[in-house]
Structure formats: structure tokens, C-alpha cells
């Protein structure tokens, strides 16, 4: 079970403001890259691809063939339907693929809602090639910059959330079971909509987020109000974009 059900509301909800501007991405393009070193033959694994953001970016960036595997039937009627993107049913224990046929598996924000990391771990390293990587996006509790991910600068109840997702250490520790070993870790900066732009669509950001969803009613029009005041002060500086930093951990 995901800690949130991604229905009908939540999958518009997402595609509507939780993909990442493409520029934005350029980091993430050449860390990905460095670490996969992708042709057209390769098959990449997006486990938990959501609305096909990064499915989409592999395939434009890359030119390799995707099987973007989802489990929410809203969240995959988002995901775009083209040459080299094939969209299916299914969740990180139980991969619609078969054994090591896959070059790589990509994994977005997701650790957090896989039940049982072990099996998910061992269910990965069937389907991949030998060598192949695991490439993780994510955001860990036990490192310490966590907390200056976006949206916790004005959010910082939804620490009550993050604190309980699957720390480095025993991602590493499930991974290590399933005979996979750290190859990699570092933080990669991707770049968000303005502060203005956030506040506008707020609302609609807190449906879609499993951390933000978590906030009391109180907690969200406070954070709304420090989101307020900081676009005003950056009215005064110039309304940049927002700079976010996420992990990139790399297992083989
Ligand atoms: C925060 S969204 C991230 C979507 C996408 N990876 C991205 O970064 O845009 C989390 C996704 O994980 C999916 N999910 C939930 N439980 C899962 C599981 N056990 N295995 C794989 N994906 C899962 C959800 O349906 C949802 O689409």
C-alpha cells in the first residue's frame, strides 16, 4: 500500500504541479548519464513512474526504451503513450519484467511507499542484468540536508513525514541482502517553479504530496502565510526559481 492513494484527483493533481519544468533537470540529466552511460539499446526500468516525468525525459534525452511500471491506474492513464515508453501494471515487488533483461531501474520518490524494501530489493535485482545500476532519487532522514528540501523551508511540519522514510542506511542494508553494493551517493540539484508560482498553486500541491498531505489544516495556512511573506521579499530581489537538492544513490 502507498501511504497515499493516488486516485483520479491526486494523478491530475500531480501532473498538474509536481513535474519538474525539463530545464530544470539538466543536472539530473548528466548525473544519470555518468552513471548509466545510455544508448538506444538500453532498457531502463522506471519502477513507480507515476505520470511518466522521467519516463519521458529518459526517452527524449537518451533515446532508450522505457517500461515505466506503475502501480495506480489514475497515475499510469497520465504517463504519455509513445515509441520507446512501454507503460505497465505493476510495483517494486512484482516487476512485469522478466529476469535480467533490464540495464537499469530508476526509482523516483518511491522507497517511501514500497511496503517491504527487501522484497522489493530482491525483486530488482532479478530483473536486472548483472552490473546494471539502480538509480535512487530520494530524499533520506538520516542525511543531514534533508531538511532543506523544498517545500520543508515553509513546511517544516512535514518533517512528522519525511522522519519516518527509509533512512540511507537501511535502503543500503536491503539492497546489500539482495546482493547489490553502494556505488555512489550524491546530491543533485534540480531546479523548481518561482515562489510566486508555488504559492498560486499550493492547494493543488497539497493534494498531490504525501508529506504535505499530512499537515493540519492550521500547519498549511501558516506555512501558506511564510510562503506569502517570501514572495513579497523576493518581489524586492527578483522572483527566481527554486533550487532543490535531492540524492542520487547509485547501487550495483
Ligand atoms: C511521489 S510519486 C513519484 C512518481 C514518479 N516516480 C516521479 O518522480 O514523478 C510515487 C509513485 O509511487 C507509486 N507507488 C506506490 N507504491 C508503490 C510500490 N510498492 N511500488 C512501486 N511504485 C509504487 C505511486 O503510485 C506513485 O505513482
Redesign the pocket.
Given at each position: 500500500?502507498?501511504r497515499i492513494t493516488?486516485d483520479d484527483e491526486t494523478a491530475a493533481a500531480?501532473k498538474a504541479v509536481?513535474?519538474i519544468p525539463r530545464d530544470g533537470l539538466g543536472q539530473w540529466r548528466a548525473a544519470i548519464r555518468r552513471h548509466l552511460s545510455p544508448t538506444p539499446e538500453t532498457t531502463l526500468v522506471?519502477?513507480?513512474?507515476?505520470?511518466g516525468?522521467?519516463a519521458a525525459a529518459f526517452s527524449d534525452w537518451f533515446g532508450l526504451e522505457v517500461l515505466a511500471?506503475?502501480?495506480?491506474a489514475a497515475?499510469r492513464a497520465q504517463i504519455p503513450r509513445r515509441p520507446g515508453i512501454r507503460v505497465l501494471a505493476g510495483?517494486?515487488?512484482a516487476l512485469p519484467v522478466p529476469d535480467g533483461t533490464a540495464d537499469g531501474a530508476w526509482?523516483?520518490?518511491?522507497l517511501h511507499?514500497?511496503?517491504d524494501l527487501d522484497a522489493?530489493a530482491r525483486e530488482i535485482r532479478r530483473v536486472l542484468r548483472p552490473g546494471a545500476p539502480v538509480l535512487i532519487?530520494q530524499g533520506y532522514p538520516d542525511r543531514a540536508d534533508t531538511k532543506r528540501t523544498f517545500p520543508w523551508e515553509f513546511f517544516p511540519e512535514t518533517a512528522r513525514a519525511t522522519d519516518t522514510f527509509p533512512s540511507l542506511e537501511q535502503t543500503c542494508q536491503a539492497f546489500a541482502a539482495a546482493g547489490f553494493r553502494r556505488d555512489a551517493l550524491e546530491q543533485v540539484p534540480e531546479t523548481l517553479i518561482s515562489l510566486p508560482e508555488f504559492l498560486a498553486r499550493a492547494d493543488t500541491y497539497r493534494r498531490s504530496d504525501?508529506i504535505m498531505r499530512i499537515l493540519t489544516e492550521q500547519e498549511f495556512l501558516a506555512g501558506k502565510e511564510r510562503l506569502r511573506r517570501a514572495v513579497l521579499e523576493a518581489a524586492t530581489s527578483g522572483q527566481e526559481a527554486r533550487t532543490n537538492w535531492l540524492d542520487l544513490l547509485v547501487l550495483r
Amino acid at each position: 500500500m502507498a501511504r497515499i492513494t493516488y486516485d483520479d484527483e491526486t494523478a491530475a493533481a500531480f501532473k498538474a504541479v509536481r513535474e519538474i519544468p525539463r530545464d530544470g533537470l539538466g543536472q539530473w540529466r548528466a548525473a544519470i548519464r555518468r552513471h548509466l552511460s545510455p544508448t538506444p539499446e538500453t532498457t531502463l526500468v522506471d519502477i513507480g513512474a507515476g505520470t511518466g516525468q522521467f519516463a519521458a525525459a529518459f526517452s527524449d534525452w537518451f533515446g532508450l526504451e522505457v517500461l515505466a511500471v506503475e502501480p495506480s491506474a489514475a497515475m499510469r492513464a497520465q504517463i504519455p503513450r509513445r515509441p520507446g515508453i512501454r507503460v505497465l501494471a505493476g510495483d517494486a515487488s512484482a516487476l512485469p519484467v522478466p529476469d535480467g533483461t533490464a540495464d537499469g531501474a530508476w526509482l523516483s520518490l518511491v522507497l517511501h511507499h514500497i511496503p517491504d524494501l527487501d522484497a522489493a530489493a530482491r525483486e530488482i535485482r532479478r530483473v536486472l542484468r548483472p552490473g546494471a545500476p539502480v538509480l535512487i532519487r530520494q530524499g533520506y532522514p538520516d542525511r543531514a540536508d534533508t531538511k532543506r528540501t523544498f517545500p520543508w523551508e515553509f513546511f517544516p511540519e512535514t518533517a512528522r513525514a519525511t522522519d519516518t522514510f527509509p533512512s540511507l542506511e537501511q535502503t543500503c542494508q536491503a539492497f546489500a541482502a539482495a546482493g547489490f553494493r553502494r556505488d555512489a551517493l550524491e546530491q543533485v540539484p534540480e531546479t523548481l517553479i518561482s515562489l510566486p508560482e508555488f504559492l498560486a498553486r499550493a492547494d493543488t500541491y497539497r493534494r498531490s504530496d504525501t508529506i504535505m498531505r499530512i499537515l493540519t489544516e492550521q500547519e498549511f495556512l501558516a506555512g501558506k502565510e511564510r510562503l506569502r511573506r517570501a514572495v513579497l521579499e523576493a518581489a524586492t530581489s527578483g522572483q527566481e526559481a527554486r533550487t532543490n537538492w535531492l540524492d542520487l544513490l547509485v547501487l550495483r
